[in-house]
């Protein structure tokens, strides 16, 4: 971890009415994996989408948020991977936290054990764990006069994943169905993860808000899978560990982030632990 953290980057993605859609993208650089978490502020008050990973980040976000002027309605999160909900013990713990039950439960009973094994972040790690009060069905839901969709998708990067979409603006929160930019974080799902994704080209959505990197359009969600097919045919020929990671690092050159290979790679090819 770098002794000094980068700024994020925030910005207004998208504006309709009364409702405007902001982003929060933490640091590309060195170990950082980009996260991204975003707002839908309506005129009167913000929905939040997921919280942060390490914890400057997840205060610079609350921070954010704060600066609108406008109470915190909810605080929805997207799946139990700890980059999305470790900020919520840092800088959430009084605000309604919202989750499918899969998410909920795995938090309740192992949101300790996964802190623990991010000691070496050090203070940059929750003091303690905050577990979502509140559990969120498929289905759709009108908060602050927008609607909302909310939809679980299994087994893809996660099995359990919440993707909200806002159809009156063409908007759909997909958090880690797409890496935006970056290397992507890779489970034995590959096919399914790679039809959702063709799934979603079809649809009426135009932007797609991921979890790690800058708001997506259709041709990023394109690149994702091409990358996913790429990765299963490379893992079908044979090639595991570094292996692997030194073949998908050499297709694309481009992509940001390659510290991720080194926290899914035990997990894909050597049966670690999913903490
Ligand atoms: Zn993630």
Redesign the pocket.
Known sequence: MPAQLSDPITMVVKRAGDVRIHTFVASFEDDN?A?ATHIVESRSGLVLIDAQFLAPYARQFRDYADGLGKPIERLYVS?R?P??WFGLGTAFGDVPVYALAETATFIKDHGEDSRNDHWKLGNLAPDTVVVPQELVKPGEDIVGGVTYLFEEVTDT?IDAMLTVKLPELGVQFV??LVYSGTHL?LTSHLRKWSRVLRDMLLSDYELFLP??GLPADKNEVARNIEYLDAAGQAIASGRTGEAFKDFMLRRYPERKCPGIFDIYLPRLFGGASDY
């Open positions: 994996i996260n799946h991977h980059d999305h990067e958090q880690d974080y979890g790690h």
